[in-house]
């Protein structure tokens, strides 16, 4: 048998622990989707069972000798500099992955899990409650286990950059915070200018829809978006979600409201876009850098794309808005495709963040990045936290929400410890305004395309210029070479203000 | 922290394992569900890997230790005789599956692995093209690693014991082989008998059924049988199966064939045999013998029971036929219970073993045991299956199939080189018809409950008389414990002869 060159000795054993890894993401599956309640406790000891054997696995000998066998992991420099630049940017992503995996001995790992599963129970509590005073205990320890993080990660100049490199690699609060202080002050204006006017009625969405004909509606869409039925689900869960295990398996759930028809259309095309990204992805590079999602802000521009971009234009409507009628002919066949386009694009300021409309949406994120922030620099204690949550929403939407389960308690990312998470929200939105600047600017026609339903066209490019290139590129790099300029709010913002002057 | 005995050592070790094979059983019930199907290659090396990792935690020296400090593995002794009989009995189990699984050499266990994957895959192809002559040297092969891995087991007085001691312990060509030839003569003097009466109509069994109807009267036949709702799944899959990854987790599948009214009750009514005896496992045992089913042949005994005893009696449809024909008024108003008990119980040879009624389908394993035995002996060579095969079709049922599709080529078990597993099936028809004697004889108003629909007085003996004790018994032991008899083959005669005077 012929010796295998390193790289793809690397490559192969690294592809054993994602193969591994998928299984983990089947379990995960299955509880959100299938599996029967009872069974819970059986799933957390198989989920635990399997992370630990993972992690064992991405931190053992095997894999960090073939991995030092290729690169310095001092100092990153790559041993054969003859390798091709795919494969040397690979490598890259490999030592950046394993560095920050060591960095985290495993007893802080344990007590990390332990709190946030233990949290992840008490907010669920809390929230049914509405007693933030039953959750803050267990987000104070989180913050503090945030920030140990932090330390432990290591950071050039804010703790906070250290959790947010865990979710987009090399993003920091230096960049981060004059870009939504800008973005703060144009949504803010736009916002303003939007509510003088009448607001759009929008009553019909909120009728009766039977489940059955969504549901249909939903893989319908997913077909249109170009899936192959051999390579996807689509699933019921209690929140959206895409999983993709692998280019030829991917996992997407909606949620069907019987009495909100545009709910799980539209969770039905931004987990879409998130399911083309990782259908997308070289399957060949399974199981190393390049066949995985550069970072979370790139997946979710790529998930903002398809339900903004796509979802809520005129111009897919246009195709397919009497399509949707024809499902729903009761409902819709007395309401114009004008009245149906301004009813779905309806601004409102609003206390839940996952309801929120395109331009509100980006406030929500602001107000929990800046708390966030805070509450690592310890400038907040987590006893104000719903003092000073009330006070930004007042700030930054002019509503103050009722109560804690509908402000500071809503989401679960802090309960789950995923601090330095949130600003990839919004990210995904400005990336992907860029994003589709660049692609207007190569296909003029592209509304010529969507008004027929064509979405063939937009799914090819994307692949072609950010898919196929899996974690070559950093996410700054990827926007360099789609668009020629740095990441900017500027497109976000044009594109809204174009959007809403017709609305 | 108190040290643990070495007992609930043992068992928190193998509850560890159990908890990992569990994994496994969901990678299989996943593909056989919902996979989708470009994920095959993915799932086949999820399951190679799992597979093998279990496999050496449970032959790991771990596990071993632990075991050895309770049980001398060479002769069988327990260590501390003062252990209650039942954790005794466990440690028999523990070290009767252990002594197994270390007698396969790591390389034969692959080597088998491979094989009966290629097998698997040329099965389907030959059976598809009707080609014996391309499956018959993957058949050679199975038949050769087989005849090795009884050596490999050992054996006392035949190779095929060592075979079928895997799927039912202590079972033997000796007992099995006159046993069947008594049944074999029993069953072939009642179906002339019934052959010679006028054969009843079912036409209108074979009609168009709504599926959406089908499944929702499966779920709620479940319900009647009394499964949880929190803790067990009914799913579609090609073939009807059970999988009990928990007490609490208990995954049944069906198939709904739109024109076959009964194909979908009685599988789901089998199926749910399977599940309530997986059910009534002791929770608390999860991981150790004493909660894990005895044999392949008692597992088969509960879904017989369900199926044969309960789903096609005319009592339980004396109270669930209305309801049946309120579902399916067009079609069944016109026809009466006693036409539709009739019909539901019609006897007729058949070529295909999984759609045989209750008097023929035990002459398709008889037939397949001869056969298997006979190869195993060298006795028969595989290129002469055809021939044997339709010899004994003629002599065993009086009919001889038309191609080797329907014949030597229609199940898949020897393609997975399962050869010694058919007899369960029909073991699985005796100990149910001598159980049910003894339910009978404590019970003698069950019929009055079954005409109300009020299931619960059965399953309730079944869980106190069998499945709550797991392995604790061997089968010749429960046996013997419930029925006070050996296992023979009087109760199903005399049963099948008193039913059939009736219809």
Known sequence: MKQKDPYTKLHNISKEIAT??????????DQETYMPHGAISLRSSQKEMMASFVHKQKTGPKFSKALKSLIDLETGAVLNPSLPPAKQAALREWRRD????????????KTFAKTTSKALFAWAEAKKKNKFKDFAPHLEKIVSLARKKADLLGFKEHPYDALLDLYEPEMTCKFLTPLFQRLKHSLSDLLKIIQNRPSPQGDFLEDSFSSEKQIAFGHFLLNAMGFEHSSFRLDLSNHPFCM???????RMTTKIHPKLLMSNIFSVIHEGGHGLYHTGLPEEEFGSPLGEAISLGIDESQSRWWETRVGRSFSFWKHFYPLLQKEFPEKLNQVSLETFYKAINKVSPSFIRIEADEVTYSMHIILRFEIEKMLIEGALKTKDLPDAWNAKMQELLGICPPNDAEGCLQDIHWSMGAIGYFPTYTLGNLYAAQFFNAYEYQHPNWKDLLEKGDLSQMRYWLKENIHRFGREFTPHEIVKKVTGKELNEKPFIQYLTNKYEHI
């Open 98 to 109: 394993y560095l920050k995996l060591i960095k985290l001995p495993n007893s802080f790992v």
């Open 244 to 250: 993709g295990f692998h280019p030829k398996d991917i």
């Open 20 to 29: 591994l890894a998928a299984i983990e993401g089947l379990l995960e599956w």
